[in-house]
């Protein structure tokens, strides 16, 4: 097997990269070939653009694209750019499915297509889909409802705006549909690691309420509270830009698990990619380089025993915003190992220990494929820099990260030591800041945020939201003539029958007008 690939920014640079690699003697040579292409930037004209002078150049070879949010070439991080990849196999064959998936049809279109895959009986499956348009989760579920015996790597397709995602094989592209890479054969031989590198920063919290991929309520309380009250992060067209370095990390099964919201949903809810099934706990994480860099060289040690022909990479979009320039040092290591490409995803596709295939957040998936016992020769990749070692004053993004991260947990444990009660009366001062004395119920601070809020998300989103204003009439006779305390026990049994009376996402408040 070889594989070889190069970020090209036009037609004409394609072109060179055929004829510079020889690729068309290479393509005639292998027993079976395809093409992928990752396309960063003007995706919608680039894909049919490069499939069809790659079609024309190498009939009958499958060529295979999708939209990203950056692209991993010969281990470098690319952005704004194309990266064509060749894929050639001496024994493998090779098959490509690709089924649209309506909404609301997903675990019917999940069950079919497992059904296609399970025919052709793969070794592995490379398998890339749209997770901005349909409900991902139910048809994983359905893909998943028997074991899988082949594995299954990929991603989610998107885009640097998180608006669109596309998949194309051969000369149809879609905004909504599943694509797989079927490799069939015994000589292929296959090795795959998947990890986060995210850790715990907040206490634990519980899901009171979700259905599907929408968190309703956490600890009782509108789910967005979490990301307004300890980020302050706002409902806005930044919010997820803004969310997506603080995941909600969750265990399932034998698996740690991130989910990143998308946005925010009518009544303070959270919309992700991915399901909450059997999920009920959480805790917020933040990136945690010490981690990453004990992980990338545990699975690189791995991948150099099994010396692969060619290594494909999927990590979530999210880690190049949370890594910036640092991303590198997570990829290039691969490079050192074998020809190595990907692309920066949503969502990651990856099955392990025999779980159920599910779509994953935040991670990083790294496969290596090769034919045949691993005899190949040590590879020999372009010459490192030693740049970073003589340069005294250059430092990193996740190295002043790293050292903060220590700076809390030392300050967060002399805290704890000194203050044990100290979250308590944050918790009460806090709720005390927004909540009426007398009723219990929210006050107008409070009611003015609420306000606010969905005043500017009903601008955004053309939907009605409701206000009622409720006044007690001859209040005043009620003080004069039985006294104020008995107008306390009055405002406190309305408040009562009021919060009694409305649903857990409505917000019940006292509206105190101060005379002058």
């Not at 290479?26 to 790659?54: C, F, K, M, R, T």
């Not at 052709?120 to 409802?145: E, G």
């Not at 599907?212 to 990301?227: H, K, L, M, Q, S």
């Not at 979530?316 to 995803?345: H, L, N, V, W």
Request: hydrophobic share 40%.
């Amino acid at each position: 097997m070889r594989q070889l690939s190069r970020a090209v920014a036009d037609i004409d640079e394609l072109k060179d990269f055929i004829i510079d690699d020889d690729i068309s003697v290479l393509v005639e040579q292998s027993h079976a070939s395809v093409i992928l292409i990752y396309a960063g930037d003007n995706a919608e004209h680039q894909l049919p653009a490069y499939s069809s002078l790659l079609a024309e150049q190498f009939p009958g070879t499958p060529v295979v694209g999708c939209s990203t949010s950056g692209e991993i070439d010969n281990g470098d991080t690319v952005v704004y750019a194309t990266t064509v990849t060749f894929m050639l196999f001496d024994h493998t064959e090779i098959e490509t499915v690709m089924v649209n998936c309506p909404e609301g049809e997903e675990h019917a279109v999940g069950e079919a297509f497992r059904n296609k895959l399970d025919a052709l009986n793969p070794k592995a499956v490379i398998m890339i889909n749209t997770p901005l348009s349909f409900d991902s989760s139910q048809f994983s579920r359905a893909f998943s409802k028997t074991p899988v015996n082949y594995h299954i790597i990929g991603g989610g397709a998107g885009d640097y705006a998180m608006s669109r995602n596309l998949v194309m094989l051969n000369d149809v592209i879609s905004d909504n549909a599943i694509l797989a890479i079927a490799l069939i054969g015994d000589e292929l031989e296959v090795i795959k690691e998947t990890f986060i590198g995210w850790r715990p920063m907040s206490k634990e919290m519980t899901i009171t309420d979700a259905s599907g991929c929408e968190v309703r309520t956490i600890n009782d309380e509108p789910a967005f509270n979490v990301y307004r009250q300890y980020l302050n992060i706002h409902d806005d067209e930044d919010f997820f830009a803004n969310a997506l370095g603080f995941p909600m990390l969750v265990g399932k099964g034998n698996t740690m698990l991130a989910r990143v919201p998308v946005k925010v949903t009518p009544g303070d809810g959270l919309h992700f990619i991915s399901d909450f099934e059997d999920i009920t706990h959480f805790q917020l994480g933040f990136i945690d380089p010490t981690t990453i860099k004990d992980q990338v060289e545990e699975v690189t040690t791995r991948f150099r025993g099994f010396k692969p022909d060619g290594i494909m990479l999927f990590s979530c979009g999210c880690r190049r915003f949370a890594m910036m320039d640092d991303i590198q040092k997570e990829t290039r290591p691969f490079a050192e190992i074998a020809p190595t490409s990907g692309f920066y995803t949503i969502g990651e596709i990856c099955d392990i220990n025999g779980e159920d295939l599910v779509m994953r957040n935040l991670s990083f998936v790294a496969v290596g494929f090769r034919e045949g016992p691993n005899s190949r020769q040590e590879f020999q990749d372009k010459e490192s820099t030693s740049e970073e070692q003589q340069d005294k004053y250059r430092t990193s993004p996740t190295t002043v990260i790293q050292r903060l991260l220590h700076f809390i947990d030392n300050l967060n444990s002399e805290l704890e030591s000194k203050n044990a009660k100290l979250s308590e009366q944050n918790e009460k001062l806090l709720n005390l800041s927004v909540t009426d004395s007398l009723t219990g119920i929210f006050n107008r601070k409070r009611l003015d945020d609420v306000l606010t809020d969905e005043f500017h998300r009903a601008l955004r989103m053309d939907y009605v939201y409701s206000i009622i204003l409720l006044d007690l009439d001859d209040f005043k006779m009620v003080n004069d003539e039985h006294g104020h305390q008995a107008g306390d026990r009055v405002l406190v049994e309305i408040a009562g029958l009021l919060t009694e009376h409305t649903r857990r996402t409505d917000i019940v408040g006292r509206w105190v007008v101060r005379n002058l």
